[in-house]
Every structure is written in C-alpha cells, then in structure tokens.
C-alpha cells in the first residue's frame, strides 16, 4: 500500500532563509509524487509533481524536490522564503492501478517571520 | 487551462436540511472527480471517486446515503450532504482529472457550516 509520511508538523523559517519540508513515502511500486499548496480557507495549488522522469523536479515560485529512491523521499526545497510562502503544504501519493486516487500527508505548517 | 470550481465556497445551514455542492471542470472533460473533507488543521481525506455516467466509489467508513454524489455530466459532479448534523461541519474539496496522465486539478472548497 503507498503512503506518505512529511516528517514535521510545523516548520518556521525567517524571511529569505532556506526551506526545507520533509516528506518520506512508501510504495510497492515507481510512485508518482506531488507537493500541493493550500492557502486558508482556499483549494488546493499544485507546487510540482514527480511521474519518473528527472528526479529533481522544479515547481513554481521557485520550489523544487528531488526524488531520491533510495532514502524514499521527496522532500521540498526553496533557497529563500517569502512571506507569501506561508500556507500548508502536503505531499501526495498516487494510488496504484487506474483509480487515480491520491493519500495525503498530515501536512505540513509553513511559518515564516520577517 | 484545467480549472475547477465549486460552489458555494461558503454555507451555513440549520441542522436536519439538506446542502449541495456542485464541482465543475470549466475548460475540460472530467473522467473522474474526486471528493475530499477536510477537518480543521488535518489533511484531506478521501470520500468517494465518482465517475460519470456511473455510481460513485465511497471509501470505507463514508456513509453513501448520507453523501450522495451524482457525476450526471463530464463537467459537473455534486455532492450533497443529506439531513445535516453538526459534526457535518468541514471543508469539502473537490478534484477532477482528465486523464490519469494529465494531473489533478483541485477546487476551491466548501466551507460546510451546520447550527
């Protein structure tokens, strides 16, 4: 059964300072991995997604996650933070075969401080 | 491209009635949309798959007739919540996809309020 685990409920970072958010998975198979935003109250923003190819992946607003098989993680990266980066992240798996379903991580809770 | 909505983004409504929420795909044709509940401060979780034309897939522990979902169209899937009870209370977000190639798009969310 695939599973996501991001490791830290809670991460606060000053503004222009590194960002680091971790998320480990399981899988019995090549998984596809995504990183979504969710501002409050607000849907779901796709940040980047991994399906097998380069396994660093680059996102928008300048997030990226490298894919690395052996660690089975995928964790997200951004070199400076900016306020606007404040919101939850989570870090999805695909369900195997063709239903198409995603698990979600706990989330995690970006806090960043001027 | 690829964008959802649903509405209401916001409902409050009294114990015992009933709420729809609709799930639309504006610029595409969804095969399969997905619903999600959200508790405060905790992840998504699944409800159900429904695909069109067909009855919908509920996770286990969801209970089909109190969360009835009709995907009539391969644009609009609803989701209504029947006889609502307090605990009801969440944020509901849809999701439609394409084709499993193309990706997820996700809507804005529905925040569910029972008094």
């Known amino acids: 059964a695939q599973s996501v685990t991001q490791l830290d409920s809670h991460v606060s970072v000053s503004e222009g300072t590194p960002v680091l958010l971790r998320c480990n998975y399981s899988s019995s198979y090549s998984p596809s991995l995504f990183w979504y935003v969710q501002h409050p109250n607000k849907g779901l923003q796709l940040l980047l997604k991994?399906?097998?190819?380069?396994?660093l992946v680059k996102g928008i607003n300048g997030f990226e996650a490298e894919f690395k098989k052996s660690e089975t993680s995928f964790h997200l990266t951004k070199p400076s933070a900016h306020m606007s980066d404040a919101a939850e992240y989570f870090c999805v798996v695909s369900v195997s075969g063709n239903t198409g379903k995603l698990i979600f991580g706990q989330g995690t809770t970006l806090q960043v401080k001027p | 491209g690829a964008v959802v909505s649903q509405h209401p983004s916001r409902v409050i409504c009294k114990s015992g009635t009933s709420v729809k929420i609709e799930c639309r795909s504006l610029d595409f044709q969804a095969t399969t949309m997905f619903w999600y509940r959200q508790f405060p401060k905790q992840s998504l979780m699944l409800m159900a798959t429904?695909?069109?034309?067909?009855?919908?897939?509920?996770e286990q522990g969801v209970e089909k007739d109190k969360f009835l979902i009709n995907h009539a169209s391969l644009t609009l899937s609803t989701l209504t919540v029947t006889s609502a009870h307090p605990e009801d209370s969440s944020f509901y977000i849809c999701?439609?996809?394409?084709?499993?190639?193309?990706?997820?798009?996700f809507g804005s969310g529905t925040r569910l309020t029972v008094v």
């Open positions: 991994y399906t097998s190819a380069a396994t």
């Open positions: 999701s439609a996809i394409r084709d499993r190639g193309y990706g997820y798009t």
């Open positions: 429904s695909n069109e034309g067909s009855k919908a897939t509920y």
